[in-house]
Structures are given as C-alpha cells and as structure tokens.
C-alpha cells in the first residue's frame, strides 16, 4: 500500500540577493578573460537601454549607415556583433535587403529572431564567435560592426582574426562599415564613478580605470532592485582604438580606401552615463580583391543509412513486429533522400550482418546517417551500441554519441542534470522495481511512467491517475502489459499547453525550429490530454484519430525560456546535429522539461518534420540540414571536429 502524506504545493523561493565583492582596489584583477560570455543578457538589456533599446536613436543611426554605404535593394549585408538585431530590424523595414546578423549572445539572437519574426521579416539570425563565421566565402556586399562592438578580446591579435574574416566573406570591393567608441576621447574623459537609475527599480554603479597597459578601459558595474538587492556585481573592458591605429589595423589585413565620416554623439533619454556609447568614431573600408576561384563541381558524398532490422521483433510496435505503415515511411525517406544531389545513399538495415557490411563500406563512406532510432537488434536499451560501432570503426556520423543517448534515456538522470543547471522540471519521484511501498509528496493528479525508454512505451490514458489505487493500477499495468521490470517514474500530471522545441545544427551555428504544440481540441470529453504511445501506434484511438501538432502560440517570455532553457540543455548533453526537447505547462503557465531526445524520429510525419516544415523546410530540406550539420561538425572550416 502507499502512504499518502498530505501534499503542498511549493512555492517559488524568494530572489537571493547575488554576490558583492564590496570595494575593489584593481578591477583588472577581477576582470575573466572571456567577460563577454557572460554579460550580454536582460540586465544589459536593462543597464543600456536608454541607447539599445531607443528606437529613435536606432533610426536616425540607420539612415546614416544607409547614406554613408549607398545601400539598395538586394544588397546583401552582414550585422556582425549584432546583438538583439535591433539595427537589422530596423534597416528590414525600411528596404527589401538580403539581412543577416550573429552574435556570441545566445540570449540576444532568440531576442532578435522572436522579435523580426513578429514584424514579419526575414532576417538570418545565428549564433557564433566573430573569429570564425559560419559564412562562404564572397558571400556579403556589406558588413556592419556596430554600437562599439569590437575591441573585446585579451589581444588585439583576436581583432586581427575578426577583420580577416570580415574580408574573407566580404564579395570584391564589398564595405566594411565600423562604428567604434573613440579611445583617444575614452582614454582622457571616462567617468570613474557613477550611479544612475535606469528604471523605478534599478539603478546601477559603475567604476571605471585604465588597464596596465593603458590600452583598455576596465568597467564595473553592480546593477541593485529595490527588493532584490544586488542584482549581479560585473566586470568588462574594451580595447580602446584611435581612428589611426584602427585605421592602420585594418589596411594590415588588405582592406583598403579606408575613410572617416565623423564622430557620432548620443542624446539618451536618461543622458546620464553614456561609458563607451558617448562619443564613436566611424570608419569605411573596402575589400579590394579578387573573386574566389569557384570549384568546378561539388563532390558527390557517399551516405550508408543505418536503419532498424524489419526482420527482427521490435516490442515498441502494436504487434512488434513492422508493419505497411513502417514500410511506407522507409519508402518516403528513401524518396526524399533520393532528391538531394550531393549525396549518393546505400543502405543498411541487416542487423546480424552490420559489423562485416559496414567492414566493406571502409574508405568508401564519407558519413553514416544514423537513424536506427530502434537501436541496434530493435532494442531500445542497444540504441547507444550503434554510435559506439560506429566510433569504434571510426565512421563520421550524424546524431548524437553514446555517452549523450545514455543520459537521454534514463528520464529520471536527466530531471537531476536540468535541475542543476537551472531548467525547470516537473515534481516527480522514482519507484523502483523492488519497491512497493512509496511515499506520494506530490499532489493529485500524477502520470506513471517508464524511466527508461523512448516512443512513448508503456504511456498511455491510464497511466494518469487521480488516487492512490489508480496509481497503483497504473504502476501494475505497466510493469504487467509492457512487461516492464525497471525504475518507473511518477510525475505531476501537468494541464498546460504540451510543446516540442527542435533545433537542428550544433554549437554556434544551429537552427531553432518553430515550437508546435498538440491540440487536444478534438479529444473526446473525459480523456486525458497526453501524447502516449495511443496517439503514435495505435491507428483505432481516439488520440491518433484527433491530435494534431499545430504551430504554438506562447507569449514571448514563455518561448524565450524554453527555447534558452533548450540550447542549455543541448549543450550542457552534448546532443549532435538535431535534437528535440519535450515541454509542457503547468496551470500558471510556467514550462518544465519532460524529455530529451537526442535521436528523435525522423519520419516524414514526425514532430521534427512538422517543425520545420512549419519553417519552411520540407522534408527533404530537413534530412539535408541534418547531414549538412554532421558534416560541418565532422569537417569545419579551419577547426576541430566537435
């Protein structure tokens, strides 16, 4: 029997005020080598917003940027540094421009991509290091470094890597346009100590000096809430250039015809602190060389598909065993695969034979695209063994490692890893299979589930329960119908919207798809609004008969959660070239985890595939950003394989 304690429902703790060093003699000392990781969030949103977030002061720069370059229609134009995209937002409608913008600031991108995409423009949108752009050579007729960006690293040797590439991408004679603080006027005229509110609630200190070396400005700012307290104690520099030595900077990498167009003064509507926004200089540049010499043809890439066994049991299925409609989806990816040019495919899906077919494939393969989502034998448990034969042959492929699909797979691992770096879960607790007695700490209504496990195995209507003896049948059914033997975890039952958030892509240089979510509008009254294993195998449901995944429409604070909440997690896993990650909503509207799946289903119909045709990719165009993924992962442009 379990024992029933009665349940309370928790409540957020209170804001801890964060730490405060209190006075500092050197800030130099206290300044990390890597600041701008950290400092470009909401609070610098907060501290900076009299300039970056005043859309009159954006204007007005951007009808000087555009009179100074001479842009037109179709050109072309790179915002390096681009921050919240606020100047590319605003050049979008003002101009049918080809835009594009990348940022370090994971935070500062979803800012920008959510807001161009409600104004209904289509910007390009990436996160990534300046040292090292994701972009082809001869690509832009225009790059901007705006809003004093530049001048952020330890060396200026970091600066060096940042023009060459800005030259390397710019098309001949394309410009380069910088608007940069004036270190001459920095260097004599800072501020050394200030205080400003910069709203009702918060106002920040700053403290300001010169670096040793005189060559950089070191800041200090500690931003303070009427109630929270300190907020965060910070420290930042920035390498302070003269027009001259800019200047000369740049015509070391090959630019040339650079010109001055003056200094730029800000008037902000607090007018207080302005720090390195008070007096910019800019520059024009052009990338005086010739065209890249075009390869004569693309190198047709040999792709072997590793698929599940059809000969052998598979007990996820209905009658574990695949069936007409498995057979049609292999045709379909067949189909579309069969549709990218720079691919050849074979496949394979013989299981007993693998090892010595793939021992033939040896030096003729340049990738294997992994989607035995099965796992080897059809066993899900063997779903990392695939990954690891294929590390230990030293094939590239696509899909995540097996240390990554260990960690995924076991449901109540994961709730601990999020919980640790801050990603809201559900409350939960774990059973495990000796246990039949348990204490219930979480209150009615709670869903049953298998710890272990992928497809929705072993989930279905009667896993809610909404007592203890429902609990109790649903614990049986799936140790008894699923003739399941291992931990099961019992979670709150939550009634908020239910949401898939898809990324394709790794590290720097990913794709966030459009979050869709299931629509239970249809589902017959009394039924419980989850997407189990009856929506996904079972064809005479009512749950496969009526859900649909529509595009989600979340408020903007929601989305932008889950969404940093997501490339967190996919980072902090390690997950390969496309990901999918499960949410749902509680009653106040607050989102938690559910799952990872770092292998998710790749059929035509599947959750990734409605995400991204949702924007704008079809099938096909999925399955190529996959292996387009893969292979810049498994062969970067002047980089390590990740």
Request: hydrophobic letters at 35%.
């Amino acid at each position: 029997m379990a024992k029933n304690t009665e349940a309370q429902l928790k409540k957020e703790p209170p804001s801890r005020p964060a730490k405060t060093m209190g006075p500092v003699d050197n800030l130099e000392q206290h300044l990390h080598p890597e600041w701008w990781k950290r400092i470009f969030n909401a609070i610098y949103l907060k501290t900076d917003a009299d300039v970056v977030e005043d859309d009159v002061i954006t204007k007005n720069e951007i009808e000087l940027f555009k009179t100074i370059l001479g842009l037109k229609n179709g050109d072309s134009l790179l915002d390096l540094a681009c921050g919240q995209g606020r100047h590319l937002i605003e050049l979008g409608q003002c101009g049918e421009f080809n835009l594009f913008g990348i940022d370090r600031s994971r935070y500062l991108i979803q800012r920008g991509k959510s807001a161009s995409r409600k104004k209904g423009l289509s910007i390009n949108f990436k996160e990534g290091d300046a040292r090292k752009l994701p972009y082809s050579t001869d690509t832009f007729d225009f790059v901007t470094i705006l809003g004093n960006s530049f001048g952020y690293f330890e060396t200026s040797e970091d600066d060096l890597k940042i023009l060459k590439e800005v030259f390397r991408i710019l098309k001949p004679n394309g410009k380069l346009l910088m608007d940069v603080a004036d270190g001459a006027f920095l260097r004599d005229n800072f501020t050394a100590r200030s205080w400003e509110w910069i709203d009702k609630k918060y106002f920040v200190c700053r403290e300001r000096s010169l670096a040793s070396d005189n060559e950089r400005l070191i800041s200090r700012e500690v931003v303070t809430h009427t109630e929270k307290g300190v907020v965060v104690d910070q420290f930042y520099a920035e390498r302070l250039y003269t027009k001259e030595i800019l200047a000369q900077l740049i015509e070391n990498v090959g630019f040339k015809n650079t010109e001055s167009h003056g200094n730029l003064a800000v008037d902000s509507i607090r007018n207080q602190d302005l720090g390195m926004m008070a007096n910019r200089f800019i520059l024009t540049t052009s990338a005086v060389k010739e065209w890249t010499p075009k390869k004569s043809k693309k190198a047709i890439k040999n792709v072997v598909v590793i698929l599940g066994d059809p000969k052998l049991k598979d007990i996820i299925k209905p009658d574990a065993k695949f069936d007409s409609d498995d057979f049609e989806t292999i045709e379909k990816l067949r189909i579309a695969l069969s549709k990218l040019d720079n691919y050849k495919f074979s496949y394979i899906n013989n299981h007993s034979t693998v090892i010595t077919d793939l021992q033939k494939l040896k030096g003729k393969v340049d990738l294997v695209f992994n989607l035995c989502d099965e796992g080897f034998e059809n066993d899900a448990k063997k779903e990392l063994h695939v990954p690891s034969l294929l590390e230990i042959m030293r094939f590239p492929y696509t899909g995540s490692n097996p240390q990554t699909l260990a960690y995924c797979y076991d449901k109540s691992l994961i709730r601990g890893i999020a919980t640790e770096i801050g990603v809201p879960v559900a409350d939960a607790f774990v059973i495990t299979a000796e246990e039949n007695l348990y204490e219930l700490n979480i209150p009615f209504p709670v869903i049953a589930k298998p710890n272990f496990g992928d497809s929705s195995f072993g989930i279905t209507q009667k896993n809610v329960a909404y007592s203890i003896e429902e609990l109790a049948n649903a614990i049986l059914q799936i140790r008894t119908q699923f003739d399941y033997n291992n931990p099961i975890l019992v979670e709150e039952f939550l009634t908020g919207a239910e949401i898939s958030v898809g990324i394709i892509g790794n590290s720097d240089n990913y794709t966030v798809l459009p979050i869709i979510e299931e629509d239970y509008s249809e589902l017959p009254e009394g039924l419980p609004k989850i997407c189990g294993y009856e929506a996904k195998w079972m064809t005479d449901s009512p749950y496969m008969q009526t859900l649909r995944s529509i595009r989600a429409s979340l408020p903007q604070a929601v989305e932008q959660e889950v969404i940093n909440h997501s490339l967190k997690l996919f980072r902090r896993l390690d997950c390969k070239d496309y990901c999918r990650f499960d949410w749902r909503l509680n009653s106040q509207g607050e989102p938690k985890l559910l799952e990872v799946n770092p292998n998710p289903g790749w059929c035509w119909d599947g959750h990734l595939a409605k995400m991204s045709s949702h924007g704008g990719m079809d099938y096909s165009q999925m399955l190529n950003a996959i292996l387009c993924a893969a292979e810049l992962r498994n062969n970067p442009v002047g980089g390590n394989a990740n």
